[in-house]
C-alpha cells in the first residue's frame, strides 16, 4: 500500500491524514491532531514555530507505529505570515502572527509610495492590513536592522518544508497572499518590492504545487524513523481546498466554506479591474497557476458564535435542560421555524461583538423586523442571511467576470450544514453540490498524487474525488 501524508496546519490546530488509493477511490485517515494558537511574547502575538515543527515531527512518528510510512508527504497551513532567515539560515526573531498589531497605520506608509488602486491593478490582492506587504513595512519602519540580516524570506510552510530537508523553497500559492506578486507574470514584481525599499533577494525563484523538495534530513529520518519525498501541495489552505473541488467543468463557483466563507471561481487571467476591486474581490495564486477570483465572506462565524452562547446558559422561554445545541440540531429546529428577518452577515458588526445573540438582535429591531428570542429562531436568520450573502456574491461575480455559473460547490466543514445548502440552491437558483469536508487536506493529497502519477491531471483527480467522498446534490 502506498500512503501519502497531508499536514494541514490552521489557526487553531493541525492535523495529519494519511491517503491511499483502494479500488479506485481516495480512502482518508487521521493518524494525529494537535492545538495551535497565538502565543503572547514581547508584546506581540506570534506562533511558536518550534512546538509546531516538534509536533509535525510527532505525527510522523505516530505514522512509523502504525507501519503506514508515507511515500510523500506535504504541509499547508493560512497565508501571509512568515519568517526571515540570516546567511546561516538562522531564524531572525519571532513569527509574527497575523493579528498583531504591528501593521497598524502600514497601509498608509505603502499608500505614500504606490497608491491602493494601483497596488491592485499590479497584484490583483485585495486590501487586507495583515498582508505580508504591510508587514514588511512595519518591519522596515519599526526595525529596519532586520531586514538588514535577513537573506531569505519563507512563508510558514516554506519554512517547515525547510526544517525537514534543509532545501528552501518559496511555493507559489502561498507567495501570492503577499500582495508582492505580479498578477501578470505569476512572479515576484521585483520593481514593486525596489519601490518599497525591501531586499530584492529575499524573493528568489517560485516553485509551483506538485514540485519535489527533497528527502527528509538525516537527524529528521533519525527522530521520526523513516525517509520520505517531501513534495509541495499548493501550500496555501484555500489553494488546496479549491484543488479538491469535485467539478470537471467551467460552470461551477465555489465555495470553501469553515469559519468564514471563500467564494469564487477559476479564472485563467487574473481580473484586477477597478470594478474587481471595488467589490473587494482577490486573485490568489492557484494549481497551475490558475486564479482563485473570490470574495472573503462571512462563513459560519455567526452560528459558532451563537452556539457557544446557548450552551453558556442563553436564557429564553421554553428553555428545557436537555435542550441540544449541536450544529445538526440548530439546523434541524432553523428549518422548522418561520420568522423571515435577514441581517447582513457581512456587517461589520458581527465581525466581533459583545454577544453575537444580542447584535442580530438588535440589527432586527432597528431595521423593523421581528425580533428572533430562541436558539432556532436566531440559527434561522442566520442561516437564510448567509444564504443571501451567498446570492449577491454570486450576482457580483458573473457581473463583473462576464460569465454564467449554472452551480455552487461547496467544499470544507460547511458543505455537512444542509439547511443552509438547501437555502443556498434556493436564493442563488442554482444547483449545489455538498462536499467534500475534508477539502484542504484532500487537495494537500491531490498535489502529491498528481506529482507520483496516479493521476494525469486535475480532472482525473477532481473526478476520483467525486466518486470518493460521497458528494450531496440540492437542487434550486
Excluded at 122 to 147: D, H, S, W
Excluded at 150 to 179: C, I, W
Amino acid at each position: 500500500m502506498k500512503y501519502y501524508l497531508a499536514i494541514d496546519i490552521g489557526a487553531s490546530s493541525g492535523r495529519h491524514i494519511l491517503a491511499h488509493m483502494q479500488e479506485g477511490r481516495i480512502v482518508l485517515e487521521e493518524v494525529y491532531r494537535f492545538y495551535n494558537g497565538m502565543d503572547d511574547k514581547d508584546g506581540h502575538k506570534v506562533w511558536n514555530t518550534e512546538r509546531l515543527f516538534s509536533e509535525i515531527l510527532e505525527g510522523m512518528k505516530k505514522c512509523k507505529e502504525l507501519g503506514k510510512i508515507p511515500y510523500s508527504m506535504g504541509i499547508d497551513t493560512w497565508g501571509v505570515d512568515f519568517v526571515l532567515l540570516d546567511k546561516d539560515d538562522k531564524l531572525i526573531g519571532d513569527c509574527v502572527a497575523y493579528r498583531d498589531g504591528r501593521t497598524e497605520g502600514m497601509e498608509a506608509e505603502v499608500y505614500r509610495i504606490i497608491s491602493e488602486k494601483d497596488l491592485y491593478a499590479r497584484t490583483g490582492i485585495q486590501k487586507a492590513v495583515f498582508n505580508t506587504i504591510y508587514q514588511l513595512m512595519a518591519i522596515k519602519q519599526k526595525t529596519p536592522e532586520t531586514l538588514t540580516k535577513a537573506r531569505t524570506l519563507l512563508m510558514v510552510p516554506d519554512y517547515f518544508h525547510f526544517l525537514l530537508t534543509g532545501v528552501r523553497k518559496q511555493e507559489y500559492t502561498n507567495a501570492s497572499t503577499t500582495q508582492l506578486l505580479n498578477a501578470k507574470t505569476a512572479d515576484w514584481d521585483h520593481e514593486l518590492i525596489e519601490l518599497l525599499g525591501f531586499p530584492d533577494e529575499l524573493f528568489g525563484e517560485l516553485s509551483m504545487p506538485g514540485t519535489t523538495v527533497g528527502q527528509l534530513k538525516k537527524s529528521v529520518e533519525e527522530k521520526v524513523g523513516f525517509n520520505c519525498k517531501v513534495v509541495l501541495p499548493a501550500t496555501h489552505d484555500t489553494g488546496s481546498a479549491v484543488m479538491s473541488v469535485p467539478c470537471t467543468d467551467e460552470n461551477t463557483l465555489y465555495i470553501s466554506s469553515g469559519t468564514w466563507s471563500l467564494m469564487g471561481c477559476e479564472l485563467a487571467e487574473a481580473n484586477c479591474s477597478e470594478e474587481a476591486r471595488k467589490a473587494n474581490f482577490t486573485n490568489e495564486g492557484g494549481y497551475q497557476k490558475r486564479y482563485r477570483f473570490l470574495k472573503n465572506i462571512m462563513g459560519l462565524w455567526m452560528i459558532q458564535s451563537v452556539k457557544k452562547e446557548f450552551e453558556q446558559g442563553y436564557d429564553f422561554d421554553g428553555k428545557k435542560e436537555n435542550d441540544d445545541f449541536s450544529f445538526s440540531n440548530l439546523c434541524k429546529r432553523a428549518e422548522e421555524e418561520t420568522i423571515e428577518s435577514l441581517v447582513d452577515a457581512n456587517d461589520s458588526r458581527f465581525l466581533n461583538p459583545d454577544s453575537m445573540v444580542k447584535e442580530i438582535q438588535n440589527a432586527c429591531e432597528e431595521s423593523g423586523q421581528p425580533i428572533p428570542e430562541t436558539p432556532w429562531e436566531i440559527s434561522r436568520v442566520i442561516y437564510r442571511s448567509l444564504a443571501v450573502c451567498y446570492k449577491d456574491a454570486a450576482c457580483e461575480i458573473e457581473a463583473i467576470t462576464g460569465k454564467h455559473f449554472d452551480s455552487i460547490n461547496i467544499v470544507g466543514g460547511g458543505s455537512n450544514a444542509e439547511y443552509l445548502n438547501c437555502l443556498t440552491a434556493k436564493e442563488t437558483k442554482r444547483r449545489v453540490n455538498a462536499g467534500p469536508g475534508e477539502a484542504t487536506a484532500i487537495g494537500n493529497i491531490g498535489a502529491q498524487m498528481i506529482s507520483d502519477g496516479v493521476f494525469e491531471s486535475l480532472t482525473d483527480f477532481r473526478k476520483c474525488v467525486y466518486e470518493s467522498f460521497g458528494v450531496k446534490n440540492y437542487l434550486n
